[in-house]
């Protein structure tokens, strides 16, 4: 089992990865992966959090980056590098958003929530807003129902880290409120084409697991979500990391198969 491509990769200019853009596409070729993709946190074109995300004036600079690797390194090695982003779902501000991506040529963009009611809950310093057993609830279940409206929204090819919430393992009460919300969330994904990320970050956070979790990849098996890979590297030796475990995973859950960003089918 082997699997060849990456497409959640970060640079230097979210500020907190860090390394060359070129030591992340060496650890690919390394690894044997054949097509990656840069996938940094998009900037909302007028300022949104600017501390943890490129900010739209280092947007030029991001694409003279894949420009320049792609340059480098798609003519002599058997490797792609895709042209990404990772946008978020910023209520109010979708509009901004969308033109942004309308003027630019991504060839994918993943859709990740990390704000619930502007809280960036997935950020270590913001634990003791949410950690009573309310705020978990309140959280788990609102993350969701944004997850849906996202997907409505729909101008994205993946979905992110879909659990992300369990990043610190604080749990819902409710696990089986969570699972409705998401069946909804399958069925409406399915319908629209977009994809499930199985994202090997987790693996080194609190929670040390796959997202999704192996009873989410399952229910989104059944729904037939297809799926592809990301490692969300944030630094050049996370690029395909622990992949191994998460193709054993989705073949655990059912999948015999995953995709690449142009839809071609690949085995497992
Ligand atoms: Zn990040
Ligand atoms: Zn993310």
Known sequence: ?????????????CKHAVGEPESYVETAIKKGLKSIGLSDHC???KGYDPE??????????????????KEKFEKIYDIEILFGMEIDWVPGRMNEL?????????????????YVDELPFDHPDHIDKWKSSDG?????NKYFEDLYKFIQWGRFDIIGHIDLPKKFSMRPKRMDKIYERLEKIF???????IMLEINTSGLRKHVKEIY????????????????VFGSDA??????????DTAAQMAANSGYKEYYNIKGKKITL
């Open 234 to 243: 944030h630094s050049p030796n996370e690029v395909g990391k622990d992949f």
């Open 187 to 193: 069925s409406l994904a399915a319908e629209k084409n």
């Open 212 to 227: 999704p979790s192996e009873e989410i990849l399952k229910l989104a098996y059944h729904n037939n979500i297809k799926i």
């Open 43 to 45: 900037p909302v074109p």
């Open 1 to 13: 089992m082997e699997v060849i491509c990456d497409y959640h990769i970060h640079t230097y200019l």
């Open 52 to 69: 943890n995300r490129m900010i739209v004036e280092n947007f030029a600079e991001y694409k003279a980056i894949v420009r320049r690797l």
């Open 136 to 140: 978990i609830n309140y959280v788990w």
């Open 98 to 114: 969308e033109s942004f991506i309308e003027k630019n040529n991504f060839d994918y963009l993943i859709g990740s929530i990390h």
